[in-house]
């Protein structure tokens, strides 16, 4: 079970070695992180974009090209469908965004015909390792669906218990969360948290446990779930993910984390063939290390 | 300009001393708290209970009872009519939560004799000093207001910014927070994030600066704001206020802070004729005493 980001790396290695797509490679960042994955064995490459300015940038960061694919296509939307296309047809793992917009991005993952899709909706699940926590959380969702229902709540889910699964927690404990842990009919959120304890507990929902409405700190702290008597609960200070309410909730608690504390973390896309890893151009080269490590270890699991 | 909770502390010790009325005194953690703010020069205290329970739990932690006002009322709804009436009548300047459940002391503030009521909406105001950041942040509303309207939005800007006032910041800049920063028509918050903003510019919110809609980093963090082009903003990383789109995300984005971090903070209930102190039972005694701290500085504020 991996409990840490050094766990997963560990994990990683032990893992047959997977190659990542990049679409729209020119990127120094993406380069960087790319550069970085290959020195530590996590990740081969293949660099799909500008070759020119591939190049440029790959003699500005001292890497080495001849370590890796390169694929020539200067329009960006035609190397994100090439991109999508290779792992669509299992010549590479994992997908990555270069430097392309969003949504074109996203676009060539729910291509017909090279794209990723599975049918099921797609999720995003953040990974942190946090000082006083002696596990990996897994925070979902708190970049990609905005205002999620009962049902892509269910969903969330389980693409997020399978990447649990990949990281070797046989049993995740998922928390749906809210300001208050009792269910209040004025809080849509709180009912919400009470069906999905309910499914889970019937079979619907399954790999997991579910516990909730959970304000964070039953959910993450231990003493001070300890100290408001959680009685009767599954989750006492014990939660591995962390179901929102909504983006907003979920993307400020996450952009907190990021941009107050310095705990390692890593993200990636949920829900497609392959695991997708598109990071913000803020992220430090170590989290876009982090998401292709994740990305590997769920590439592994999808593989078997 | 307090930057601060050191100097917070050196505002206070530059006030008139303060008095800090508690509502069914009989609690060890909350005591605890009154004796080190007393012995710190923060506030004197009246303490309203049950006299016998004070005087064990006095012997317990080493206090002094002599240095304090008690009054004995055993039933916890007289207690705390009792030491709110104490506010009212301006024999004391602060009204602080003991062992009383919060539905009850919110009873007590808002009773139409005895109580604190100005007519205004109550809000929270939650105060921390993060690492990274070279002043204090204030986060409202994380505890009090579940689903703020516009209108309730405006009024807790306006409570907040007293607050600030108070804390020698004379144009705080007031973030309306969301998961993006840009106007969403499908995303209300953004939408009432830039009518704050109108309001702001067209003098119906004054003595702040609002911009928004933000997301987290664009408010706090100056370079990410800075990388991603903060243009036209007058916000650039730099927020004092943080106003969260609803209780969920203030609260869970303020219980993560708490919970996984040692950053200092303190908490009031603003739009009250007094400030008013509810901290919560897993709160450090660090926390409550710095919350009786922000507590008289706006007492101070109020009282000129």
Known sequence: MSKSFDDLLKQVNACSKKKVSVAVAQDKPVLEAIKLAKERGIADAILVGDEEKIKEIAAEIDMNLADFEVINEPDVQEAALKAVSLVHDKKADMYMKGIIDTKSFLKSILNKEVGLRTGKPLSHVAVFELENIDHLLFLTDVAFIPYPSLEDKVNIIRNTVEVCHACGLPNPKVAPLAAVEVVNPKMECTVEAETLTNMNREGE??????????????????????????????????????????????????????????????????GTSAPAILTSRSDSTETKVNSIALAAIVAEALGK
Chains 1, 2 share one sequence.
């Open 205 to 270: 929902i399954t790999g997991c446990i579910v516990d909730g409405p959970l304000s964070l700190d039953l959910a993450i702290d231990p003493e001070a779930a300890q100290h408001k008597g959680a009685t009767g609960r599954t989750i006492v200070g014990d939660a591995d993910v962390l179901l929102f309410p909504d983006i907003h909730a979920g993307n400020l608690v996450y952009k907190c984390l990021v941009h107050t504390t310095k705990f390692k973390n890593g993200c990636i896309l949920t």
